[in-house]
């Protein structure tokens, strides 16, 4: 096995509002090796991107350890900490606002360079133009948008900058948060397709976070599904789509529009609203909307076990869960 | 290898082009064009007051022989009970109330400006506590803050800018602090923090830009408040006192002459009004040009 490029180790990030405080990340785990995808699937308001930053340090998260290559990012200091904000990025989901409209295409990419001073002295004005050239063929933006401003493009292109700007200082792992959930469906598999070469061409690393189970499918090695701040299930591809454990995942999955028409598929429906991250009880996050819910679920919040190898999932009726999955 | 045109459209042209579109707009509006030419002009008198006029014989010196002599050929503006020409003395006088205006509202800027960005671009209880003292301050009308300051401070020219200087800091800091959560939760903010800029990157680059247009019209706008409480406090013996030309106190020692002798009143009144209204209509023109939502 391959050691794990980012260690991520009982990450908490608590918002302190007028309601109350809001357990955004309240305990997550997991680790990534080099190279490979990991999917963070859940709903809206799950923590999803709050974890991404948390990792990132764009938020200071409250607790836990982020350990990138070795050091722990959340106790980095600023030299540090710049020096990682070069291997560790980040794509955000939403390119309209993610990009500052005053500013050119080649402003926009050339920004990374400039504020890291990676081109000094006479000639780097040059070095900086290549450099942005360069990084626009490669997420396929045409050189005659050199100029334009991102008013003037659309949602894809836009969200190519928002790419370029994140490869411009060679980073090792990227942050993808929704990158295409807020582009139109025939963009999107492009945008996938292209983060996909990147990965492969430039050995990334990916966090990739999606709402919709169906984006990371042929991307992720491993996904993990959140929930109200927490993991619930952690398992490889196809291991989770093929025997999803957790009642929220299964949940999920039968949520998926599957092409062929089969009968008894019916989709298992989610009962009520998601319940807000405010003083939560203690109980299993998922109680008041899990229809294998019993009293034992009250008792305290169930913790991520692995029930068959790789596969971890939280839920302390896995085993009634499991058995009714064999009956169906 | 295909160099790209770059022709004009490099970031030093792009600001110059939205200078360029602004001031359009602006020329469009008479009534700040109207403003704008009689401020310069006030400005040109200001600065070449000392070659019209000698301070010392013109415009403070006493000519007995002369005394109030209502307005005609040889006194265009009249003289006063000590024979001096008012037209001097009120010319002479822009200088102050220019002077006043902009030194006030520019250590205004001065301490506002960053205590408004800091605030909102920190936040939390750094935020809390300083918008709170700035609210306490504010709850005093600033008149009756600057006349408190005066009092204690003493009446002098300098004194009176401290004074209005610091009951500007308040608007100012609101303002700025204002601006800066427009845009401070933007996500393009979070973007440029990722790739690595600084605060301090983060603060130039993209917080004050932003928040120039608002804090521009306001400082003009604030400028023609403070020539008016200048003379004000003047005018009650707070601010400039005699026989230094200021507006406010030539109002103030024309008063008992009102009946006998109105122009006496009148050219230093007219004085205030004009320039102050003339500040404003380039204020307000300021504020539409550079308001995009108006743009036709
Ligand atoms: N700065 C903040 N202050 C207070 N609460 C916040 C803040 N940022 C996020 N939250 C709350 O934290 C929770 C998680 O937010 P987050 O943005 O991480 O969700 P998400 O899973 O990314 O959702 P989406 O799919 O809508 O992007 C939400 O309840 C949100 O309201
Ligand atoms: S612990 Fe209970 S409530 Fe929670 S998911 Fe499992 S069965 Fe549902
Ligand atoms: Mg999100």
Known sequence: ?328 | MDRVEKSCKNSAGVRQNRALAVWRQFRRNKGAMIGLIITAALILLAVSADFIWDYETDVIGMNIADRMISPGTKYLFGTDNYGRDMLARVGYGARYSLVIGAVSVLFGLFVGVPIGTSAGYLGGRYDTIIMRMIDAFSIVPSILLTILMVTVLGTSLLNLMIALAISTIPIFARITRASVLTVRYNEYIESAKAIGASDFYIITKYIIPNCFSPILVQATLRMGTNIISAAGLSYIGLGVALPTPEWGALLSASKQFIIQAPYLCFFPGLAIMITVMSINLVGDGLRDALDPKLKR
């Not at chain 1, 809001?22 to 997550?28: F, R």
């Not at chain 1, 991404?52 to 350890?65: K, M, Q, S, Y």
């Not at chain 1, 063929?137 to 700007?165: C, F, K, M, W």
């Not at chain 1, 939560?280 to 008041?288: G, K």
């Open chain 1, 1 to 328: 096995m391959q050691e794990a490029i980012l260690k991520v180790t009982n990450l908490k990030k608590y918002f302190k509002t007028k309601k109350g405080t809001v357990h955004a990340v309240d305990g997550v785990s997991f680790s990534i090796e080099k190279g490979k995808t990991l999917g963070i699937v859940g709903e809206s308001g799950c923590g999803k991107s709050t974890t991404g930053r948390a990792i990132l340090r764009l938020v200071e998260p409250t607790d836990g350890e982020v350990i990138f290559e070795g050091i722990d990012v959340t106790k980095a200091d600023k030299k540090q900490l710049s020096a990682l904000r070069r291997d560790m990025q980040i794509v955000f989901q939403d390119p309209f606002s993610s990009v500052n409209p005053r500013m050119t295409v080649s402003q926009l990419i050339a920004e990374p360079l400039v504020v890291n001073k990676i081109y000094k002295g006479r000639g780097s004005k040059q070095q900086i133009e290549d450099r942005v050239l360069e990084l626009m063929d490669t997420v396929g933006l045409a050189r005659r948008l050199y100029n334009s401003y991102p008013h003037e493009l659309d949602g894809g292109r836009r969200q190519r900058i928002g790419i370029a700007r994140a490869l411009a200082m060679n980073p090792k792992f990227i942050v993808c948060d929704e990158p295409v959930s807020a582009l139109d469906v025939s963009i999107q598999a492009q945008i996938l397709n292209l983060m996909k070469e990147l990965q492969n061409s430039l050995q990334l690393t990916y966090i990739f976070i999606t709402h919709n189970l169906s984006v990371v499918n042929h991307f992720a090695d491993e996904i993990a599904v959140m929930y109200l701040g927490s993991l619930v299930e952690k398992a490889p591809v196809k291991e989770l789509f093929d025997h999803p454990m957790h009642p929220y995942t299964q949940a999920l999955l039968s949520a998926i529009p599957v092409p062929e028409i089969t009968e008894n598929e019916e989709e298992i429906l989610i009962k009520g609203e998601i319940t807000s991250p405010v003083n939560l009880p203690e109980e299993c996050r998922f109680y008041s909307r899990c229809s294998y819910a019993c009293e034992l679920c009250k008792k305290g919040r169930p913790e991520l076990q692995e029930v068959r190898p790789g596969h971890f999932v939280a839920c302390r009726r896995i085993h009634d869960v499991r058995m009714e999955e064999k009956r169906i």
